[in-house]
């Protein structure tokens, strides 16, 4: 394994492959029928997110998506060949030492494979016990970049903040020499997003600068006019919090939508409404709506999902390609730990995305992600795909070796 990434990246959404020539390559789907000796046992996974907690919402959509992407996996049989999961689901309520003892207790039980979690302070603990005890991690929704590349043991089912950022850069059509200003909160969590866009769209030649607003501020106006003013050619937003709807109103009042694109990123359903009338306005990067794909796994998913009751989002693909992986790994490794690595290394597969590579030298996980604006139908929001990103043009930058 490479030495982790030294781009220091926020989470957006507000709140060339590189393939061993012996990778397997497919769709998990078929793995149902199983392949190599079957396990003397079963293959005990720990699934760690958050049914409980400020990420529950997340934590419900991957955990959603898992039990549509197992089901699709196994072929609806629930065994990998002849080989059981035995598939237990922990609590870790967004807390972090919640989750390493949950970790430990589950190694401690001869568990070889744990998976899960929206919270990237959850993820980066989980890291460690995966080294430490040399069991396999897929990480979840959490965007943080330090879980790609971080060890030999540790992958991801979703994407991370660098690919998010690049997307943004997608929305004009050569970054060298344009003006990009960061529109954000002067808080650890504006100033991470601005040290993104610097490693991110600055390395592709652009020239970033920035307006950062103080958090108690509550009159936007003076530094709506400031982004106007500074003429940039893309602008880039990250805000959380109660003053959302403040600022877009405030931009919109300024013409700042006339003086540039401006991007942030499109959250889960729940949150199409909180930008009022800047809505239609807006150009968002996205990493999932329903029907963004179109594909026939895709469409797979959102019929599971439905049919228990429930509605696809934006972290349900996480859930559904992590259900892809664990049956790779059983699969291919039948719980032996360095087996499974070896064989989700340069793994390729169709999933609810599209193709999504797993690059063999950091683990990075390589999918599209989409730009996509937002119409008023009555009083809903829906999302319109306006353009697919190809996973290849917004994968994260490889480790100097």
């Known amino acids: 394994m490479k030495a982790p990434q030294k781009i220091l990246a926020a989470a957006v959404l507000t709140a060339g492959l590189t393939l061993t020539a012996c990778a397997p390559t497919g769709d998990a789907g078929a ?8 396990a003397a046992g079963p293959v005990n996974v720990g699934i760690v997110y958050s049914k409980t907690g400020p990420l529950a919402a997340y934590g419900d959509a991957y955990y959603e998506g898992l039990q549509a992407g197992l089901d699709h996996a196994t072929g609806g049989t629930g065994k990998v060949g002849d080989t059981e999961l035995n598939i237990t689901y922990h609590d870790d309520g967004g807390d972090p030492d919640k989750a390493v003892t949950v970790a430990k207790e589950l190694i401690g039980k001869e568990y070889k494979i744990l998976a899960g979690t929206a919270s990237s302070g959850i993820a980066l603990k989980l890291v460690e016990q995966a080294e430490q005890n040399k069991v396999l991690y897929i990480s979840g929704p959490a965007a943080t970049d330090a879980v790609t590349g971080a060890n030999k043991y540790t992958f991801r089912s ?22 990009v200003l960061v529109f954000a909160q002067d808080n650890a969590f504006g100033q991470g997003n601005l040290a993104a866009v610097e490693g991110v769209l600055g390395a592709q030649g652009a020239e970033v600068s920035s307006v950062l607003v103080p958090e108690d501020v509550t009159e936007f106006t003076p530094f709506a006019r400031q982004l106007v003013d500074a003429e940039p050619d893309l602008v880039f937003a990250a805000w959380a919090g109660a003053t959302s709807g403040a600022m877009w109103q405030a931009l919109t009042q300024q013409g700042a939508f006339d003086a540039a694109p401006i991007v942030t990123g499109l959250g889960d359903v729940a949150t199409y409404g909180a930008f009022g009338d800047a809505g239609t306005e807006i150009s968002f990067l996205n990493h999932y709506f329903p029907g963004a794909a179109g594909n026939d796994v ?4 959102i019929e599971t999902v439905e049919a228990a009751g429930k509605q696809a989002d934006l972290f349900t693909p996480d859930g559904f390609m992590a259900g892809q992986m664990i ?12 087996k499974m690595v070896a064989a989700l290394e340069g793994y390729s597969f169709e999933g609810p ?12 996980l390589i999918q599209d992600m989409y730009q996509v604006k937002l119409n008023k139908d009555g009083s809903e929001w829906v999302p319109e795909l306006v353009a697919t990103i190809p996973g290849e043009d917004v994968a994260p930058p490889e480790a100097a070796e």
């Not at 793995?31 to 079957?38: K, M, N």
Request: proline share 0%; hydrophobic share 35%.
């Open 353 to 364: 995305k599209g193709t999504a590579t797993v690059r063999a030298s950091d683990h990075a």
């Open 298 to 301: 895709e469409k797979a998913m």
């Open 31 to 38: 793995a149902g029928g199983g392949g190599g000796e079957a």
């Open 158 to 179: 979703g994407r991370q903040s660098v690919q998010d950022v690049a997307t943004a850069g997608t929305f004009v059509d050569d970054l060298e020499g344009k003006k």
């Open 327 to 338: 049956v790779q790994a059983v699969k291919e490794g039948q719980g032996d730990v360095e």
